[in-house]
């Protein structure tokens, strides 16, 4: 048996061009067998057909066919965030040239542990961070409003004002533990986590991973609820605001917060989850949804949400990267003292984790390919289709409304209809496999969920899928099987 080809390499592209026609001729196949947004049958069905593919997952002898089979049945079992009709989650159609980026990547194979293991890639995620921290805290650096400038020249430092940083993650979820884990080092073991019952889980989750005093969770955060929870309860304290909540795309009143921190600055600091909304900043038209943003210690952004990346593209902007201190360790094999002081740069102290995929790159690669106008296209689009939706749900008598989206979801339900039926609604699409709607729990009532972030979804689309509920609704409100 011949020795396996390697991804990169002298033989890395001749290896990889078959492969890669053989992987795309697969998906298509799947794709084809599939037929709509999620595969039909329900979990029982999935299952069974992935089964049938895989066979022996550890056969004696190996399977030269077995990418082709594999891939195919991925594809086939797959929900598609690319079909206008898979539209539950925070669950993006990767863009082709970040998908690219991300192969390369792949090939290459880089560890963001060491600068001897990633040496180009290390820079570049310098830079990268760099820029997207600027993004987030430039209006606070540069006076009144979200000002945009150039980055300084490299070695450049402000006598005043530290640079602030970005920290790469795998998502909203490590980059909140990582902005509780820096409030923590700073203002002491028994700070307090205050934050919104619509707060993504991933806060108190962490408050209770990291051995913090129980949370207080407001019904909703604003002035006076949270000048009221920082005067009853003892700090310090870490106030954790949200710009794009899971449920609904709500943004919490950013600067009313960011002003009542400020006066309890000394006892109090400020984190936004912005895992959702955080990239409205690059659109003219939605960037004042997150002013206030600025005002934070730290931000969570998810560039594998409203970003069209593929996962994982987390990040946290640091405003002061002193704080990031509290990450620093040495070990001998990745940072030798001697080492850093000949000028190798020390990458372990910028992250928890220790092996680390580059996924900066597909990052840097979309930013520079789309630049600022193209990404800002992209965002007005999906949150102008939300806003076509609401009207379509607006226009028709057998549906009720929630609220008029704030970013790109939007919640709504047959209007007669009870709890158990809207989830039997979404629960019979997903099985049919003719759309994929997400659900959530608001004002004591079950909602539909379409979180929209295709900007190929057409208005027909989006029409398709109120018939489909419509019919649904009736059928089950008769007490009829669905077809």
């Not at 669950?91 to 792949?106: E, N």
């Not at 379509?392 to 047959?414: C, K, M, N, W, Y």
């Not at 004591?444 to 969920?449: D, I, M, P, S, T």
């Amino acid at each position: 048996m011949s020795t396996p080809s390697l991804a990169s390499g002298p033989e890395g592209p001749d290896a990889l061009g078959p492969l890669l026609a053989t992987v795309l001729d697969a998906l298509a196949e799947g794709a084809d067998a599939r037929g709509g947004p999620l595969p039909a049958g329900g979990p029982d069905a999935v299952a069974a057909r992935v089964r049938d593919a895989v066979g022996d997952v550890l056969p004696e002898e190996g399977d030269p066919q077995a990418l082709r089979h594999l891939v195919r049945a991925l594809a086939e079992g797959s929900a598609d965030p690319a079909n206008p009709l898979c539209a539950a989650h925070l669950h993006c159609p990767p863009l082709a040239v970040a998908t690219a980026a991300d192969l390369a990547a792949s090939a290459l194979n880089p560890s963001m542990d060491s600068w001897d293991q990633a040496p180009a890639a290390s820079e570049l995620e310098q830079l990268v961070t760099r820029s997207l921290a600027r993004e987030v805290f430039g209006d606070s650096l540069r006076g009144a409003g979200l000002y945009r400038y150039a980055a300084p020249p490299r070695g450049a430092t402000s006598p005043h004002t530290p640079a602030p940083e970005c920290l790469v993650t795998t998502g909203g979820t490590e980059s909140n533990q990582l902005a509780l884990l820096l409030a923590r080092e700073t203002l002491g073991p028994n700070l307090r986590l205050i934050c919104a019952a619509n707060a993504h889980h991933s806060l108190p989750r962490a408050a209770w991973l990291l051995g913090l005093p129980d949370p207080v969770t407001l019904p909703t955060l604003n002035h006076t609820t949270l000048e009221e929870a920082l005067t009853t309860h003892p700090g310090p304290h870490l106030v954790a605001a949200t710009a794009g909540t899971t449920d609904a795309g709500l943004i919490d009143p950013l600067p009313e917060i960011a002003a009542v921190c400020r006066r309890h600055r000394h006892r109090t600091r400020l984190h936004i989850d912005a895992a959702y909304g955080g990239t409205l900043l690059f659109s003219d038209r939605h960037r004042h949804k997150l002013t206030g943003l600025a005002g934070a210690a730290t931000v969570t952004l998810d560039l594998h949400k409203l970003g069209w990346q593929p996962v994982a593209a987390g990040v946290l902007a640091v405003r002061n990267p002193h704080d990031l201190a509290a990450l620093q360790y040495r070990a001998d094999y990745l940072n030798a003292d001697d080492d850093t002081e000949a000028g190798l740069p020390d990458l372990l102290g910028r992250s928890l984790r220790t092996t680390r995929r580059p996924d900066v790159f597909k990052i840097a690669v979309t930013l520079k390919t789309l630049g600022r106008t193209g990404l800002a296209a992209l965002v007005d689009q999906v949150c102008a289709k939300a806003s076509e939706f609401a009207d379509l749900v607006q226009a028709r008598p057998g549906f009720e409304l929630h609220s008029r989206p704030v970013i790109s979801t939007v919640l709504f339900r047959p209007t007669h209809a009870t709890d158990d039926t809207v989830a039997a609604v979404r629960r019979t699409l997903l099985h049919q496999g003719r759309a994929v709607l997400g659900r959530a729990r608001l004002d004591g009532r079950l909602w539909l969920k379409v979180t929209l972030l295709n900007p190929h979804t057409r208005p027909d689309d989006l029409t398709a899928l109120l018939k489909a509920v419509e019919h649904l609704a009736d059928q089950l409100a008769e007490g009829n099987t669905p077809s």
